[in-house]
T-cell receptor
């Protein structure tokens, strides 16, 4: 059974640009969550989608957005990139609601902003 | 708001040593508690969980008991192996909510 797949794995952008990250959940999983991992702040929740609807959102500025498609694949977008957006962005999927926190994580997309 | 506090790291142990990683939490309700592990070059994996007070989660020789009176969920293993070297995260989620609140994580290195 394939795991959670994130693309691209690595990318480099410059300040002011925008970036789109993609996540394909485990087959049959309908909930997708996104987390930002940095050395200073650790793992922080960005948002969660279920059946194309955003169910929950973390404390990030509006530059961070996401969406989920009918096949449960999800994308997140960061506009007007800042140096502080450099991080590992992790996507996680779970089977259903309530998911009881059993999230299955991808290996992440490592974003470097120069 | 919810928060999770883990002991400061990193931790270095010799193979077969006893491991304890402390974790305490603050939550408004009755959360579920988790330990996730991140091996080098891999994504986060669920190690064990407990969903109510006095529950004990266990997996791969690791154990943790949900202590409501001390708001703790300490991770223990009687005899660590080199293959246990990884970053360990304590986390919680409130009921009916998949959002996880993570601790800072602690790096464990086990030397032969």
């Amino acid at each position: 059974k394939a795991g959670v797949t994130q693309t691209p794995r690595y990318l480099i952008k410059t300040r002011g640009q925008q970036v789109t990250l993609s996540c394909s959940p485990i087959s049959g999983h309908r909930s997708v969550s996104w987390y930002q991992q940095t050395p200073g702040q650790g793992l922080q929740f960005l948002f969660e989608y279920f059946s194309e609807t955003q169910r929950n959102k973390g404390n990030f500025p509006g530059r961070f957005s996401g969406r989920q498609f009918s096949n449960s694949r999800s994308e997140m977008n960061v506009s007007t990139l800042e140096l502080g957006d450099s991080a590992l962005y992790l996507c996680a999927s779970s089977l259903a609601l309530p998911p009881t926190g059993e999230l299955f994580f991808g290996e992440g997309s490592r974003l470097t902003v120069l | 708001g919810d928060s999770v506090t883990q002991m400061e790291g990193p931790v270095t142990l010799s193979e077969e040593a006893f491991l304890t990683i402390n974790c305490t939490y603050t939550a408004t309700g009755y959360p579920s508690l988790f330990w996730y592990v991140q091996y080098p070059g891999e994504g986060l994996q669920l190690l064990l969980k407990a969903t109510k007070a006095d529950d004990k989660g266990s997996n791969k020789g690791f154990e943790a008991t949900y202590r409501k009176e001390t708001t703790s969920f300490h991770l223990e293993k009687g005899s660590v192996q080199v293959s246990d070297s990884a970053v360990y995260f304590c986390a919680l989620s409130e009921s009916a909510n998949s959002k996880l609140t993570f601790g800072k994580g602690i790096t464990l290195s086990v030397r032969p």
